[in-house]
């Protein structure tokens, strides 16, 4: 059974850098055919992709985000991670990780709450 | 960039009562649209995909059509565990998007 667990700092200043990742058990991340993504539910906003990854480290950016965030793969570790540059109060999100067959996503992870505030 | 708008943006039902929501795409998706259910606390639940294919271990209660521009999710005997905010969901090409949601309350 494939499992998501995402992990990293709950709360990050205004400016700096959000960094967080997902580590998968239950499967490697190099199993054909699946992309890895990351996701936020923004508060009273909805949903919102931030980017995906193949294993092979093929990536995938929302548009209106892409100049902020950096996906990356550790395959040794069964982990792929997120990175999103110069935070601001409207960072602030359950992130989720989660895996899907083209961009349908299946299998995620419980969430992470950030808040970004200084 | 398609955009997806949903209607409406509130459902407020009772338990057994058929719900049906709406979602309209700004360009034509073919079948390449996904309805998510989500509760608070918990991660987003894929429930439809291929506009109308359940997803594993999904009641039949849930039901999706449509194809094209305009889609729809029934639910047609609501119970309490329904009560919830659903997501509509574009794919296909390599970037992807949400509707804004429809919540359905008591």
């Known amino acids: 059974q494939v499992q998501l667990q995402e992990s990293g700092p709950g709360l990050v200043k205004p400016s700096q850098t959000l960094s967080l990742t997902c580590t998968v058990s239950g499967d490697p991340i190099t199993s054909g055919g699946n992309y890895w993504g990351w996701i936020r539910h923004l508060p009273e906003k909805g949903l919102e992709w931030l980017g995906y990854i193949y294993f092979n480290g093929k990536t995938y950016y929302n548009p209106s985000l892409k100049s902020r965030v950096t996906l990356s793969v550790d395959i040794s570790e069964n982990q792929f991670s997120l990175k999103v540059t110069s935070v601001t109060v409207a960072d602030t999100a359950v992130y989720y990780c989660?895996?899907?067959?083209?961009?349908?996503?299946?299998?995620w992870g419980p969430g992470k709450p950030v808040v970004v505030s200084s | 960039e398609v955009v997806l708008t949903q209607s409406p943006g509130t459902l407020s039902l009772s338990p057994g009562d058929r719900a049906t929501l709406s979602c309209r795409a700004s360009?034509?998706?073919?079948?390449?649209l996904a309805w998510y259910q989500k509760k608070p606390g918990q991660p987003p639940r894929l429930l439809i995909s291929g506009a109308s294919s359940r997803a594993t271990g999904i009641p039949d209660r849930f039901s999706g059509s449509g194809s094209g521009t305009d889609f729809n999710l029934t639910i047609s005997r609501l119970e309490p565990d329904d009560f919830a905010v659903y997501y509509c969901q574009q794919y296909g090409s390599s970037s992807f998007t949400f509707g804004p949601g429809t919540t359905v309350d008591v």
């Open positions: 360009q034509s998706l073919v079948n390449y």
């Open positions: 989660a895996r899907g067959p083209l961009q349908l996503w299946k299998i």
